[in-house]
């Protein structure tokens, strides 16, 4: 989406000095005035061996690295005097730090600057490195081992192409009895837990209605298992906590060689530099494509606000293997909703917290300025006109992309500020985390204390985005939060844990005077009732295809909102087979619209709205939506300013032409 520009007039002086420079222009020969020819460099994968970092970059003897490629990319993007390819030969590149495109790799005076596959090649962009030489370790259980060196560590593996599941086993809850520093093992076939080695490198993991919790633990003695600190502390902290959950939790521990029972586990000792993994059946190992990441991003596209990274485009590349670090460390992955997570001591939590903050307390209100994202494999901020289009974004260890999060998530410590972003035709899969995640959740998200912060004009069209968040169950498909400007159309959603889109963020509570709920809560004890709108605005939702989501979790639908979106609009999208709602008005959803939405099979209500406990939810309008479950709830035409009305029932076999033309025409075009 180009910026636009004011038009330009030319009168007198102007209009004769044009006429001259035409004259001059046609006496030019004809090859003078063709456009300037693009600069290409040409990168071979990591291993070719006739690639070398001082030759020319030519298809005939191209570059042997990125970063060689980069810098002279730059170089070339600094004379202006043309667009710059980067062209990627089929194979794996693999990184050994992540790649930094700020002002100085921008396209200027008018040119671009393109990352691209070669024509017909697989270029794979990688943070792994390929496991080999494996060796039987214990025949009994089918285990194999392999040397990798140490100096780092993994929460993925991924074998041919499929992420592999860590080393775990299940925990009943009447194993245990939970505890403000851990637990105490109830069950006393658990006792050989205290002779573990490497114990803090064990984790709980606590699968929970709308959020997914890990904690590491600090020891086990007997039967008392001591979590790590303040992992602990922020996980029983808020709603829908470890010790109270919103439904019946499953619990797993995870991370010991002790626990690699199952086909298609595995694990790392970290300090022999060994890997474990015991082979599906029928897999052969020595033959298997194994992936041991060692870096969290890839990509991390940002600037400054005064200069920011500018014209980039990235093409028809495949981004693979990472991980992300940081719910193995002594914060674990205290999770509240959709990706946001607790860091760090939190100042207001009451000592008696466990008992007092299980299911919310004002302390936990003062906590909410300050969560934390999860950080995209590939990250954009501080940068305008940015384009994703034909890649391929798998097997990577946290969110597929990260679009204008907060500072917290961008490893170029400058957070937000990303405009005219297109992400259009890819395909985000087999990952731990969410597809894409557009905007930040913290004050200068939705109300910047420097415009430049804004995050506007966001595209995501015509992706396939399925099959992912498969560790990280709370994130979405596609989740944006504060954004001035958004379309999200035409694309296809499925099989996923959580919900398939989700927008806004904050639960009415940053919108024009606040939310009575939240002044009963004592959030505004810790910030300011906002007398100005949100940056939230001018949404577009239209023609996606969403189907088999909230598969795992609870609290979610097809389409999810969240506070004032004033110019939402959510159109003639197909959903099918979600495992709970269909379009979710969460707390402080207004001034949304939706027609010509076709819901099949959805397994709750076809729209529900939250409008409980004084929230502003309302303003809503549903009009000539089909469904084949006519169950509706908190949405009443006439009230709080909603207009339902001219919605129909019909039976999924005997579809209305009207609903046939919306699921003939939902997901991609192209």
């Known amino acids: 989406m180009p910026p636009l520009r004011a038009p330009f007039t030319r009168t007198g002086a102007a209009a004769a000095a044009a006429a001259l420079a035409a004259g001059l222009l046609a006496a030019l020969p004809a090859e003078s005035l063709a456009a300037p020819r693009p600069h290409t460099l040409v990168v071979a994968p990591t291993g070719a061996p006739r690639a070398a970092d001082d030759g020319p970059g030519t298809a005939a003897q191209p570059l042997r690295t990125l970063a060689e490629a980069q810098r002279r990319a730059r170089d070339l993007a600094r004379r202006g005097d043309g667009d710059v390819r980067v062209s990627l030969l089929a194979g794996v590149h693999r990184l050994s730090s992540p790649l930094r495109f700020g002002s100085a790799d921008s396209g200027r005076d008018g040119h671009t600057v393109t990352w691209t596959a070669a024509p017909g090649a697989e270029a794979v962009v990688s943070g792994a490195e390929p496991v080999t030489d494996w060796e039987l370790d214990d025949r009994a259980r089918g285990i194999y081992r392999a040397d990798v060196g140490t100096g780092f560590d993994s929460r993925q593996l991924y074998v041919d192409g499929v992420p592999a599941q860590r080393a775990r086993t299940g925990l009943s809850r009447s194993d245990i009895t939970l505890n403000p520093t851990g637990f105490t093992l109830d069950n006393p076939d658990l006792g050989y837990l205290a002779t573990l080695p490497d114990q803090r490198r064990i984790e709980l993991q606590a699968k929970l209605s709308f959020t997914n919790r890990f904690a590491p633990v600090q020891r086990i003695s007997g039967s008392t298992v001591v979590m790590q600190q303040p992992a602990w502390d922020n996980n029983t902290y808020g709603y829908d906590t470890i010790q109270s959950p919103f439904r019946t939790p499953v619990f797993s521990l995870l991370n010991s060689k002790r626990f690699l029972d199952e086909a298609g586990e595995w694990y790392l000792d970290t300090t022999a530099g060994t890997l474990y993994y015991k082979p599906l059946p029928g897999q052969d190992l020595p033959g298997a494509q194994v992936e041991l990441p060692r870096l969290e ?364 033309e919306v699921i003939s025409n939902a997901g991609p075009t192209g």
Not at 391 to 417: C, E, K, P, Q, Y
Not at 518 to 523: K, V
Request: charged share 15%; net charge negative.
């Open 297 to 660: 991003s890839l990509l991390e596209v940002g600037g400054t606000y005064d200069e920011p990274a500018r014209n980039l485009r990235f093409e028809g590349l495949t981004f693979s293997g990472t991980t992300w670090l940081h719910p193995g460390g002594s914060d674990g992955y205290a999770n509240q909703q959709t990706g946001a997570f607790l860091t760090g001591v939190q100042p207001h939590r009451p000592s008696d917290a466990f008992t007092s903050c299980a299911v919310g307390c004002r302390g936990f209100e003062g906590a909410r300025n300050n969560w934390a994202q999860t950080p995209g494999a590939v990250q954009v901020s501080a940068a305008e006109d940015i384009a994703f289009e034909g890649n391929s974004f798998v097997n990577l260890g946290s969110v597929g992309l990260g679009i204008g999060n907060d500072a917290n998530a961008h490893a170029t410590g400058v957070g937000l500020g990303a405009r005219n972003v297109s992400v259009v035709g890819n395909t985000f899969t087999a990952s731990a985390g969410g597809g894409i995640v557009a905007g930040g959740v913290r004050p200068d998200a939705h109300h910047p204390s420097d415009p430049r912060m804004t995050n506007s004009d966001i595209l995501i069209r015509n992706n396939r985005i399925h099959s992912t968040a498969l560790e990280y169950l709370d994130q979405d498909a596609v989740f944006a939060s504060y954004i001035s400007g958004l379309a999200i159309e035409h694309n296809y959603v499925s099989d996923m844990p959580y919900t398939g889109i989700g927008i806004g963020y904050g639960w009415g509570a940053n919108d024009p005077g606040g939310s009575p709920e939240y002044l009963d809560r004592g959030l505004y004890d810790f910030q300011p009732i906002y007398r100005t709108p949100t940056t939230l605005r001018d949404v577009r939702v239209v023609g996606n295809h969403v189907r088999n989501v909230v598969q795992t979790m609870f609290d979610a639908g097809c389409i999810y909102t969240l506070s004032a979106i004033p110019g939402g609009l959510v159109d003639e999208n197909h959903c099918e087979k979600s495992g709970q709602l269909g379009l979710y008005f969460d707390e402080g959803s207004r001034y949304l619209s939706g027609s010509r939405n076709v819901f099949v099979a959805s397994a709750g209500q076809w729209a529900h709205a939250n409008n409980q406990n004084g929230n502003h939810t309302g303003d809503l309008t549903l009009v000539g939506n089909y469904t084949t479950n006519p169950a509706i709830t908190g949405i009443v035409d006439g009230q709080r300013g909603n207009v339902v009305r001219d919605n129909v029932t019909f039976d999924a076999d005997d579809i209305p032409a009207g609903a046939r």
